[in-house]
């Protein structure tokens, strides 16, 4: 069977991008369609194998390739040399069906999700799953991410206007083994500023952390370097939907990796050093009909990046100079006890040669 191809402009810098594809943040003209989907074949980049180095899971998050299916999204980031995708609730499945992403899918549906993701070599380790925050149906969410092995993005409206506690999520969460993020929106939404975000995750267990959306932080004023370590300090850095902004406003516009204000090196940095390991998902709101090109740029970007704090890691263990290790990542022997949270956990009880901390 024949399929269309379209080729792909490879502009490589916002500056070299026609002035038709710029991106106004204040209208993405989400549902503008410029161009039919098209079919992406060989190799377009060769991944963030720096960033697999360091523990780091980088991927695409669905709603960039919002206009294509989600298995034309898997094919699309194993192009780019990714190994991992962020699914989203309502994602149109496969050409030939209008079947879509949510909890009540078949067996026959996940099996066949699960199947593709094996082949292609692309693995889904999260879904971005909104709820309204009432809590109806949040159980059946969460065994059906059980059962595909997804962690949950989310952004339910908080107690204090009038949603349900983090306990109710912590409770069935932890009955299931699965983790749950909360993520930020535009000020409307519910974890719109990183105080909110710092209040529900840094009393709780470790099945609720925190998510940062780069360009959602930057358009709403803040500086995303500040938010991650105070994330990574109460130990709740578990996720970013990733990308870079050409300035901190409300006019910001997504660019490619290294080439706005975002601070990545230094986030990047600061990750490295508290041995912070993330799932980070692309995420462009930008030309919908053709992201490649700022894809394609950000991962060759991201992965210069790792290899440079690889080779400045290398040369602290050849010298000898101190690495820190949060003790609040440690495993420790049994009859050890860890007291306190984030950068304030200390170790206790290790009096034993046959004892130990890893």
């Known amino acids: 069977m024949f399929k269309r191809i379209i080729l792909i402009c490879m502009c490589l810098t916002c500056s070299m991008l026609p002035e038709s594809y710029a991106q106004r943040a204040e209208n993405l003209n989400l549902n503008r369609i410029v161009q039919p989907p098209y079919h992406c074949y060989g190799r377009l980049a060769d991944g ?125 969460l932890e009955k299931h083994g699965v983790k749950m993020v ?7 939404a519910a974890y719109w500023n990183p105080d909110f975000t710092v209040e529900d995750t840094q009393n709780h267990g470790s099945c609720i952390g925190a998510s940062i959306d780069i360009g959602h932080y930057m358009r709403g004023g803040f500086d995303t ?4 370590r105070r994330y990574i300090d109460i130990g709740k850095m578990y996720h970013f939907h990733l990308r870079d902004v050409s300035t901190i406003s409300p006019h910001g516009l997504d660019v490619p990796c290294g080439t706005g204000k975002g601070r990545l090196k230094e986030i990047f940095q600061a990750l490295n050093d508290s041995q912070t390991k993330p799932l980070m998902m692309l995420e462009y709101e930008h030309d919908f009909d053709n992201p490649m090109p700022y894809l394609i740029q950000s991962v060759n970007e991201i992965n210069r990046l790792c290899e440079e704090l690889i ?48």
Not at 57 to 69: A, E, I, L, M, S
Not at 182 to 188: C, S
Not at 225 to 228: A, D, K, L, Q, S
Request: glycine content about 8%.
């Open 225 to 228: 370097y500040e938010i991650t």
């Open 311 to 358: 080779k400045a890691n290398d040369e602290k263990a050849r010298t000898g100079d101190t690495i820190l290790l949060p003790a609040y990542k440690a495993r420790i022997s049994p009859e050890m006890t860890m007291q306190g949270k984030g950068t304030e956990a200390s170790i206790h009880g290790w009096n034993h040669p046959s004892q130990s901390i890893s």
């Open 48 to 172: 963030c194998p720096h960033a697999e180095e360091l523990g780091w899971k980088v991927g695409v998050q669905f709603y960039t390739f919002h206009k294509y299916t989600f298995f034309e999204a898997i094919d699309l980031t194993r192009a780019l040399g990714l190994h991992y995708i962020e699914a989203t609730i309502g994602a149109r499945i496969c050409e030939e069906s209008t079947q879509n992403i949510h909890a009540g899918l078949s067996p026959e549906w996940r099996e066949r999700i699960k199947r593709k993701l094996a082949e292609s070599g692309v693995k889904c380790e999260s879904i971005y799953y909104w709820m309204d925050g009432s809590g109806k149906g949040f159980e059946d969410i969460v065994k059906f991410c059980k059962d595909m092995g997804w962690m949950i993005v989310s952004d339910p409206r908080r107690a204090e206007q009038g949603g349900q506690p983090v306990a109710f999520y912590e409770k069935i």
């Open 182 to 188: 909360f993520t930020n929106h535009p000020k409307a």
